[in-house]
């Protein structure tokens, strides 16, 4: 199929239809809906970039393969990969948000669900970089990958935009920075497996392999889901960096609010509020 200079809103694809072809779709600037074409098999490189108005494609279940670029700076909200998938390129899934009618970073509501499905073997970095919640019964460094923030994306650098959850069937919620010291990802990949065949309750803390605020963030939320003695150290040495994180980001309008949310869920200790006042 080829639309780019197509007005329509809605696209209906007959279920014959096996491929839809590079920069296929490009720029439709009124595309919102992908309908149909339950037969598709591959999606090429590109073939719905600059769609920004596209938030709901239907993946057949014979999907197998999705290109380069190929949904980015769409505003997909919901995304369900089916069990033929394998094969998932760069940037496939870096979506974008509008603000004020034109492009704009994502910020936490236009940040997607996802589910990831075991038969995939090839993913790219950046293939989920927008994604909040992580659907999937298989992990490994591949994976996280395609999950984390790139440099190139679309993704706000605010409080609830600097982590996401990997869901596992059974297990609780593991919170996953957005940023990771990449050389890490083996070891990242390894714990969080032998936490999927243990019988452990409590998640492991992968906070601990970022560097940035995001691991700050993500030991937050770890803190409030799953607080220990020794997180709870970790967040009272780092107190001022994350208050001047939550309060002086621009990108973070409700920071007092984030704050009063934390006391008021025990994340902080006596200490670490004492230490902010003193500062």
Known sequence: IACLACSFSVLVLPDAVESIGAFACYRNTNLERVEGGKGIRKIYNGAFLDCQKLEHFEFGNAVEEVGDSAFMNTTLIEINLPDSIFCVERNAFNTTAIYNGKKADVGPDGMYNINIPASIEYVEPGAFSNAANVHTSFVNRKLIDACLRIRSGNLQHCYPCNMWRLKIDG????????????????????????????????????????????????????????????????????????????????????????????????????????????E
């Open 171 to 278: 297990k609780p919620d593991i919170i996953m920075p957005k940023d990771i010291d990449r050389s890490k990802l083996d070891a990242i990949s390894d714990e969080i497996n032998k936490f999927m065949l243990s019988e452990d309750t409590m998640p492991p803390e992968i906070y601990r392999y970022s560097q940035s605020a995001t691991g700050l963030t993500a030991a937050l939320e770890q803190c409030r889901k799953y607080p220990n003695t020794n997180l709870k150290r970790f967040i009272t040495r780092n107190i001022s960096i994350i208050f001047q994180d939550i309060i002086y980001n621009p990108l973070v309008k409700n920071g007092e609010e984030l704050i009063v949310g934390l006391i008021n869920d025990k994340v902080f200790t006596d200490a670490a509020l004492k230490r902010l006042l003193k």
